[in-house]
């Protein structure tokens, strides 16, 4: 059985984590999605709360797991067993950074690989900074997240 | 069972290739590696001779084929039953080249994912052109080409 | 009256390239679509068809004119009186190609500017070279380029 | 009448941004040199002294008003009735940059455009940032800035 | 005798580092070694530190010397004599930030070169952050920096 | 002594190539400025006038030598007992370029060093090729060649 983690602060999880997420869920047996908790940054929405979010947009998808986890990306991947870390790529600055972080991933432990995956064109200038600037003025987020996450986050 | 497809003129295959296909074989059940056939373009090699090169570096990656394939990509994954094209990037130029790529595939047939692998930096400016440009200057192909490759390209 | 020139070798004009120039009307008064004739460089399409395609697509647009026209950008410029020539920019290797291009448009003549126009991003992937390869397939050109001129080429 | 906005924090308004707004000066009816103020970030120059320095580089630039803003750009935009929102780029980061923004604004309002304008090259490594840390080493401001907006620099 | 400066912050120095401060010896007479103080940022190591493990890494190049600056770099070049800045570049988004630096640096003093060497691949990944990340998570330093610099940093 | 080559196809020899061969004389004790004959690439000049043009060009410039050349540039170092190889960068794609250049080299060939050295902004446009562009619209070549270079083109 091959897994595979897509990491990220999902700070919130939007319609573009989304495509990444379902589409590891096709190329992998598992997928775990990883609320990575980097203590020098608080956001906009608590772990409990991104958890939340990111789950009720995976809901459906039968091999996503959504989980929140610290430390090393490289040694999440030991403890669960994964292949591949799956990123999402929009341009080349995306592109150059995720080489570095795989090549420094890959410095640290080879075991597991980097898999980049494009981002569709209508999404690839969604971000989750983008969706805190469009709350913080209050417009509608429709077509950034799910439906559902949208319904959850104007309740909280 | 997952089949992904690594395509690519192959004129020859070097060690860079080599890593790509041999992180594929990791990541998936199967794995085509696709001499393209473009007939505008003849090269330093004939198809045979890229597929004997190609045949001898992968020897021994047992769910690794080597074969030849004419038209557009998205026609040989149908053919296939590939779920994924995998290509190796080595810097953000590369990576624009293959977002786009992926973009147009996407835009005739949605069946199937580009995934991009990162190369590993010590193969990073290894390229088939290069090697053509060794071999017009008489330079030693060691740590270019699989050493196989290297013994039969000595003799053809 | 403020004029611009969108110039290209349109080989053929795309929904990309009728987006550019639909946005360049609505900041122009007058808007030239130019076919720069290339000696160099023979395409898909002659002169006449490029121009017609080009006029199919863009009818409606009533201060849209489509030329041909050979010789220096910045001569046509003098000549047609105009203030910009108007480039959509995908991505960042087409903008460090029109900076570039400006750059020496400008030192030659500064009398007009250069504007770039970011593409959409559902189109950002679309290109002459894309259509072309879609036809040497003999892939639906739908979603690529206007109907107008799909019906005018099916019948070419 | 056509409108445009030139926005920016103009911490302080340069050579660089004064080149812009004198291209687009020519391109539109009106030009709006938009300080916008962005609470989270305190800068070198309090909102009035912008406004003068940029005032005072601008004088004699007949369609061109300076104002303050904050809150989104889209929002501003229809505010104004601006078509366009004109910003300079120097480079491909910054393409990348204003690209991926120019679809963020577009997908909250389609009602108007992002125009890039090359940055001129001798003017290319021009930045408010540069120009701060000009000061901080007590360097002669010359070439970066209006003469006048040094002088009155000088008394402030 | 022709002189130059390895400018950086050098939090700590790493392997890369030292490439390049190799080869600059190779091509200079005298190399300085400048580890810059920048009062606004406080790093992992505090200055002292940072001049230790950089003169220990670079014990035996008789022509390299480690010195701590402060102040503009062009002041410093003056101070010292140097006719070069020497930089190593890793990829081109390291290359965009050091044109437009050595171009700042021009329009302030143009009586020394900036000086840029590309990184071998196989250190193109490593960044004194990336030493920072290793040893928060208590990874091993080897291959990363200097051995002499990595037993220093074990007892302090 | 140190020696550098500024390697290129020169045609024809630029005011950017002059101002790359004035800074390598500056840093190096002698600069072999090599026209690289590419025998598959017939060109606007011949070797002869090339050689002319950039002589021409460099006159003054005592510590300069202008030669042709063919083969790999690893063997021309050799045989000239070079200690680097000097190429000017306009913008990141020249750097991507280059820095893939270098590590090839470097693969045949350590024991020279790549320096790069970032173009003048106002020169950061100029190429051969623009050149060629002027003279075949018959534009004026002042501001783009040295003068002497322009009054020998225009009796050749």
């Known amino acids: 059985m091959k897994t595979c983690i897509v990491p990220g602060s999902f700070d919130p999880f939007t319609l573009g984590h989304l495509d990444v997420v379902k589409r590891a869920a096709g190329l992998f047996d598992k997928v775990y999605v990883a609320i990575m908790i980097n203590s020098q940054k608080t956001g906009k929405f608590d772990f409990a709360q991104r958890k939340r979010i990111a789950e009720l947009s995976c809901a459906g998808l039968e091999n996503v797991e959504v989980i929140t986890a610290d430390g090393l990306l490289v040694d999440l991947c030991r403890a669960l067993g994964a292949s591949a870390v799956v990123k999402g790529v929009r341009d080349a600055q995306d592109c150059t950074y995720e080489i570095n972080m795989a090549r420094m991933n890959g410095f640290i432990d080879e075991s597991f690989e980097t898999v980049l995956l494009p981002a569709k064109p209508e ?33 909280i």
Chains 1, 2, 3, 4, 5, 6 share one sequence.
């Open 123 to 155: 999404l690839s200038f969604l971000s989750s900074t983008f969706v805190r600037e469009l709350m913080k003025y209050e417009k509608p987020l429709d077509g950034a997240l799910h439906p559902v996450a949208v319904a959850y986050i104007s309740v």
